[in-house]
Each structure stands twice: as structure tokens, then as C-alpha cells.
């Protein structure tokens, strides 16, 4: 379990992390979200003993990184996938890492093919394309085989295929009972991979709670309506409290109301309908929504003024 409380990091005048308090439990993927520049990097690497926090802490299965007796046994990291000895092979990269902390040939091998790399593990991992040296940094962050592990931004630079394995992988080590915390920029990316979510705007914590609870909080559902007795349907809907707007002569578009209380009303009112389709907000389009509010906000001066974005979020 990873715990952070109250973080807060200063880059001069520049607030990285502000006040952020959040638990990360074991056995789901949680998921860490945030624009570019929002302090996922940052929150990370103080999570990692590699920063130092200027108020607040935090702590991985109750204790502070810099005390943990094995740290590659106890949390493994995927912070930079470039920061490999160049002209070192794959093998050896890993091979040096694991006589640190007494982890033997076997396990380099094992994660080599976990990864999909056993075929290349000889080669230069200088020469290794992105996608390839982030293959390499999850080998290296699995060697221990640790219960947490602590992933920046895993998928950049994989294609859809890598995407889509780790993906499966994540899941996979949380369903073993791992805690795993994994920061990306894509909403879509994490509505598919994670099972909570902990999302963070400008350093500030803006929600703390189920993909599902955030994507049916963010969502906006509007329904397009087709008929040719739009008039009289609008106003039927209007009364049973819906928020209509035409669009053209024959077409409604609902808000407040679903696809099956609208077909009600038209079958109480006796009016024809043509179509009634559910047209699903796009997740990107809220999370970007919600981002661009919390900017503004903490643009705002006012402390806890993004209290409307994180009201209801646990
Ligand atoms: N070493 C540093 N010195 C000065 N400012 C920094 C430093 N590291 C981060 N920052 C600033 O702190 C803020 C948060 O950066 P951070 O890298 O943590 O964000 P991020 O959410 O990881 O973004 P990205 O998705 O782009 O990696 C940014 O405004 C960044 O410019």
C-alpha cells in the first residue's frame, strides 16, 4: 500500500504538489491522472525517496522509501526508460541491478521473457527503440518481484500491440495482489486499465474514487431525439423536467433525462418518434473539462477553491 499525506513540493516560486493526500490499496490498478505538467512526475518521484518533499510524507507499506530494507523487493519503479548504461546488453543492465540486492541469474532471465525481451537480451540496449527500452525498465522494476510497483507513463512511445500487453500485464500484477500505481495523461488510456482512479490537477487533488464513479460524474449523456411531432415532444418533455434544445426542424437534443423516459412520454402523448439514440460524452472531452476548471481555479489565488471539482470524489 502506498500512502501519501499532505505532499507539498516548491520549484522556487512554482508549486509542483500541492497539500495531496491519497492512499493506493493493493489488488486493482490504480491509475494516476493528470494534464502535462499537473505533478505526477513529481508526486512519483517523492514517493521514491528521489525528492525530497518540502511539507508532508509518505510512505510504501508503512514505511518511508530511504527505510525500506530491500526497495527493489519492496517497490519496483518505471520512472525514465532511458536511464540505461548504453552500451550495456539488456542482460547485464538487469544483471547489475539484481547483484545489488542479491537477486539471482534466474530472475533476470524470468523477467527478461516476461517482458518479451529474451531475444534481445544480448544486444545493446543503447540501441534499443523506445518502446523496447520501456519493456526494459519494467524488467528492471519486476526483478525484486515486488508488492507495489510505481509505473510514470508506462505505454509512451509502445504501439497499439505493446499498449495493449501492458495493459493485460498491469492487470495481471494486480490480480496477483500487487499495489500498482500507474500515471498517464490519456483518459481513454485509464478508463480501460484502471479500476480507480486518483486524479490530480495543478498539484491539487481533484478526485479520488472509481473509474466508473468518475466516468459516470464527468460524463455528460445527452439524447438525440427524432420526430416529426418535435414541437409537441419538446414541450412534453420539458414538463417532465428534461432540458431541450431543437436542433433543425425534426431533431431534439435531451438533456437530464434517459433514452427510455423520453420513449414514455412520447408513447403517453401519443407522439410518433422516428429515433432516440444516447450520444455518450466523450471521456477525453470531460477530463479535459475538469482539468481546464481546477487550472483555472488554483490560477484563482483562493486556497481549497477547487473544493466544487473534488466535493463528492471518496
Ligand atoms: N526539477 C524541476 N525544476 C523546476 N520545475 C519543475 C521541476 N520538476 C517539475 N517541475 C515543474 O513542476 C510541475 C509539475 O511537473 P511534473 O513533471 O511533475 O508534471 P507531470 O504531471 O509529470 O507532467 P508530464 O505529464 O508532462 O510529465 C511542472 O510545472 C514542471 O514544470
Same mark, same amino acid.
Given at each position: ?39 505526477? /512526475? ?16 509518505? /510512505? ?255
Amino acid at each position: 500500500m502506498i500512502e501519501a499525506k499532505n505532499l507539498t513540493k516548491r520549484y522556487g516560486d512554482k508549486i509542483a504538489v500541492q497539500d495531496l493526500s491519497f492512499t493506493v490499496k493493493p489488488g486493482v490498478v490504480t491509475g494516476f491522472l493528470g494534464a502535462n505538467g499537473a505533478g505526477k /512526475s513529481t508526486t512519483m518521484r517523492l514517493l521514491l525517496g528521489l525528492d525530497r518533499a518540502d511539507e508532508g510524507a509518505s /510512505s510504501i507499506d508503512g514505511r518511508r522509501y530511504q527505510d525500506l530494507e530491500r526497495p527493489l523487493s519492496t517497490v519496483g519503479a518505471l520512472l525514465e526508460a532511458r536511464a540505461v548504461h548504453t552500451g550495456r546488453s539488456a542482460y547485464s543492465h538487469l544483471l547489475c541491478l539484481a547483484q545489488t540486492q542479491g537477486i539471482g541469474k534466474k530472475r533476470v532471465e524470468e523477467v527478461l521473457s516476461t517482458v518479451g525481451l529474451q531475444d534481445v537480451a544480448k544486444k545493446r540496449a543503447g540501441g534499443f527503440s523506445l518502446g523496447m527500452g520501456q519493456r526494459l525498465g519494467l524488467a528492471a522494476a519486476l526483478l525484486g518481484d515486488p508488492a507495489v510497483l510505481i509505473l510514470d507513463e508506462p505505454v509512451n512511445g509502445l504501439d497499439p500491440e505493446g499498449i495493449l500487453w501492458i495493459r493485460n500485464l498491469m492487470k495481471q500484477l494486480a490480480a496477483e495482489g500487487r499495489t500498482v500505481f500507474v500515471s498517464s495523461h490519456l483518459m481513454n488510456e485509464m478508463a480501460v486499465t484502471a479500476e480507480h482512479l486518483i486524479v490530480i490537477g495543478r498539484g491539487r487533488l481533484m478526485a479520488d474514487c472509481s473509474t466508473q464513479e468518475f466516468i459516470d460524474r464527468a460524463r455528460k449523456d445527452a439524447v438525440l431525439v427524432q420526430s416529426p411531432d418535435a414541437d409537441a415532444l419538446a414541450q412534453a418533455i420539458a414538463r417532465a423536467g428534461g432540458v431541450v434544445t431543437p436542433n433543425g426542424t425534426q431533431e431534439l437534443i435531451v438533456a437530464d433525462l434517459d433514452a427510455a423516459r423520453i420513449g414514455e412520454i412520447a408513447a403517453q402523448e401519443g407522439l410518433v418518434l422516428h429515433g432516440v439514440t444516447t450520444q455518450r460524452g466523450s471521456l477525453e472531452e470531460a477530463f479535459m473539462e475538469l482539468t481546464r476548471e481546477s487550472v483555472e481555479y488554483s490560477a484563482d489565488t483562493g486556497k481549497g477553491t477547487n473544493s466544487k471539482v473534488t466535493g463528492g470524489s471518496k
